[in-house]
């Protein structure tokens, strides 16, 4: 894949992510010194670590979408995951090592589907021999011992090849009515194997996963593979014979080799709920191991080694993207180690009525052209006149003001509210055409809107 200048990855984000353009330039730079990094000199290459980056904002604000679609564009493995779920060493609980091992997974499971997709033209040709003899069984070579000789007028009337020639024949014609689906309908026999694991439960503490996935490789090879046979239709049968074959054709090594490659070079983790763990007060209870996590976290974004059941993985070059609302704490308050291991911080805004208006009807994913093509699928046709679209709005930003700010999250819990009764009704609705203006909006949300109590619970 080509890649993408500052301004072209900013102007991708641009189509899914209103406003927050200080955030996007940040990612959108650490994306390209990845690429900068490849081009400089080998000596010089593993001395260039990562920038890390820190968003500060409100929740909705487009923090997570920001990360998720940045490692979409860089087609690198991502990880989204919250800090509150970690632990410190010793409690238990899952341990901060964990996302590499889930992080690597994924891109094993990424590469994997790549080179099957390579190999999935070989594996259907397999796949539709292994049908052709299911349907047209191979002919035995030697005749019964029993079996009547031909006589001498019939071998001599025989012309020479045409035995041969028959079998082929008919499996030619097989071939070209399987292609041209002709035979969808017909049912075939397929062997498939399972294997019946026992039940083991693994209470997670720190460093247990990797305990677990042993115990499950070491159940994996004692107990045999159990086989069993089941009737489908050839088009399904084709299918599962061709995944089947894909996976044979896939070399495991070249996929896992490829796969630390890229986690190591490109991989990109999205550390949500940082400010949860920001606490550096020596406190008891549940928050004991705030302080704790951090310093376990800590080698890992400083560039560490850690074991995973595919081989050693270094995380030195692997890009941590943090974010938290920091309400209560700010990035001060983590330990001063972890702090400059984040030397970008971006702090992305609240949202206002006129970005709520472009979030509705701007970017590809829209939630108004969500909501009518999901109108659609029952032959309903929505329109939203441009009115009713500034009234809602108006309504999300009112209700953020009022309650807690959730950013562009209340547009989708007003949306419901409104299209309630049509949603349901839609079934009975065939051919109709809804057309949605302020009115009806007023009509539908100020009952809410009016008690600040109920809208608290509704909206």
């Known amino acids: 894949m080509k890649p993408l200048s500052p301004r072209e990855t900013v102007t991708e984000l641009d189509k899914f992510i209103i406003g927050q353009t200080n955030a996007k330039r940040a990612v959108a730079i650490a994306l390209r010194n990845r690429w900068r990094r490849q081009q400089v000199p080998e000596d010089l ?75 999935q033209a070989k594996a259907r040709e ?93 159940f994996g090879n004692m107990f045999p593979k159990k086989t069993r ?38 991989g990109i983790i999205f550390l949500d709920e940082i400010d949860k763990i920001a606490g550096r007060e020596h406190a008891q209870g549940p928050d004991v191991s705030r302080e704790g996590v951090q310093r376990d976290l800590l080698p890992i974004v400083e560039g560490s080694t850690v074991t995973t059941k595919y081989g050693m993985v270094k995380t030195d070059h692997i890009l941590f993207i943090a974010s938290g609302a920091f309400y209560v ?18 702090e992305l805004n609240s949202l206002s009525r006129e970005d709520f208006i472009r979030i509705l009807t701007e970017p590809q994913n829209a939630l108004l052209k969500q909501y009518s093509a999901l109108m659609e699928t029952e032959n309903v046709k929505l329109v939203f006149k441009q009115d009713a679209i500034e009234r809602i709005a108006e309504i999300a930003t009112t209700v953020n003001e009022r309650t807690e700010n959730i950013g562009a999250r209340r547009l989708h819990t007003i949306m419901e509210k409104l299209l309630e009764d049509y949603s349901f009704e839609a079934p009975e609705m065939k051919g109709k055409k809804i057309i949605l203006d302020a009115a009806y909006v007023t009509q539908k949300m100020e009952p809410l809107l009016k008690d600040e109590d109920l809208s608290r619970y509704i909206l």
């Open 126 to 218: 397999i796949a539709e021999e292994r049908i052709l003899d299911i349907l047209l069984p191979p002919s035995p070579k030697k005749p019964h011992p029993q079996a009547e000789q031909p006589s001498l007028s019939e071998e001599a009337g025989r012309e020479p090849g045409a035995e041969t020639q028959q079998a082929p024949s008919t499996r030619e014609k097989l071939r070209s009515l399987l292609r041209a689906g002709k035979l969808d309908e017909r049912e075939v026999e397929l062997e498939t194997t399972q294997q019946n694991l026992p039940v083991v439960e693994i209470f997670s503490a720190s460093g247990m996963e990797e305990m677990d996935i042993n115990i499950k490789d070491m």
């Open 45 to 119: 290459r593993d001395e260039i670590a990562p920038k890390n980056i820190i968003m500060m904002g409100p929740t909705g604000v487009g923090k997570t979408e920001i990360a998720r679609r940045l490692a979409k564009l860089a087609q690198s493995p991502f990880l989204k995951i919250e800090a509150s779920k970690f632990t410190e060493v010793g409690y238990v609980g899952r341990d901060v090592e964990s996302m590499i091992r889930d992080l690597t997974e994924l891109a094993v499971n990424q590469v994997k589907a790549e080179e099957a997709e390579k190999v």
């Open 329 to 346: 704490s700010k990035p001060s308050d983590l330990i001063p180690e972890l702090q400059g291991r984040f030397p970008i911080r971006v």
């Open 229 to 266: 046979k089941k009737k489908v239709k050839v088009p399904e049968a084709l299918e599962i014979i061709t995944r089947e074959e894909a996976q044979k054709l896939v070399d495991m090594d070249l996929v896992t080799r490829q796969a630390i490659e890229r986690v190591e070079q490109s």
